[in-house]
T-cell receptor, first 117, second 112 residues
Framework: GAVVSQHPSRVICKSGTSVKIECRSL??????MFWYRQFPKQSLMLMAT?????????EQGVEKDKFLINHASLTLSTLTVTSAHPEDSSFYIC?????????????FGQGTRLTVV | DAKTTQPNSMESNEEEPVHLPCNHS???????IHWYRQLPSQGPEYVIH???SNVNNRMASLAIAEDRKSSTLILHRATLRDAAVYYC?????????????FGQGTELSVKP
């Protein structure tokens, strides 16, 4: 099946620095990708929808200036956590949307564990 | 997207069948029923989906009630590797972009 790859799988950064997470669709083109955040013992929370060639759509309550999303090609979306703080420590997961069909399955990356110290 | 309700947790014994229920009483006619599972420290993975008829694949079976207000994910023989959080999600046929909204899911533990 289709594969979505995230990099890095885990990262530790200092408070105040920025961290970039990459999400790649390896064997298909994804015009839409989704970014989720998951805190321990909680469910996935959708942060934003990344659209190739246009601006991302952010969910209510998600700061667009803090979580910068770039979807420059049909196979790559990046999430940059700017000026990271300890409360941004979380598990970040991307998924790629297949063609607009609710019958189609979604594919997820393996996740990125971000720890801000 | 319509909401789903699942038990917070369930237990199973290894090599026994597991029936994971999901209630979706406000489902609309264009909602597909999707199931995903998430193993510890991993991204979710697709399990199965259906619209009206029961579905089978190599991982599981999906039984959908006739009124579509509930469904059951069936793992025919649970293994230790099936221990995960299972999410039942409704996805509208006309859902622009195909985003998935996750509920709390059911945490399945499998005892040897």
């Amino acid at each position: 099946g289709a594969v979505v790859s995230q990099h890095p799988s885990r990262v530790i950064c200092k408070s105040g620095t920025s961290v970039k997470i990459e999400c790649r669709s390896l064997d298909f083109q994804a015009t839409t990708m989704f970014w989720y955040r998951q805190f321990p013992k909680q469910s996935l929370m959708l942060m934003a929808t990344s659209n190739e060639g246009s601006k991302a759509t952010y969910e209510q309550g998600v700061e667009k200036d803090k979580f910068l999303i770039n979807h420059a090609s049909l196979t790559l979306s990046t999430l940059t956590v700017t000026s990271a703080h300890p409360e941004d420590s979380s598990f970040y997961i991307c998924s790629a949307g297949l063609p607009r069909s609710s019958g189609a399955e979604a594919f997820f990356g393996q996740g990125t564990r971000l720890t801000v110290v | 997207d319509a909401k789903t309700t699942q038990p917070n947790s369930m237990e199973s014994n290894e090599e026994e069948p597991v029936h994971l229920p999901c209630n979706h009483s406000t489902i609309s006619g264009t909602d597909y029923i999707h199931w995903y599972r998430q193993l510890p420290s991993q991204g979710p993975e697709y399990v199965i989906h259906g619209l009206t008829s029961n579905v089978n694949n190599r991982m599981a079976s999906l039984a959908i009630a006739e009124d579509r207000k509930s469904s059951t994910l069936i793992l025919h023989r649970a293994t230790l590797r099936d221990a995960a959080v299972y999410y039942c999600i409704l996805r509208d046929l006309y859902n622009q972009g195909g985003k998935l909204i996750f509920g709390q899911g059911t945490e399945l533990s499998v005892k040897p």
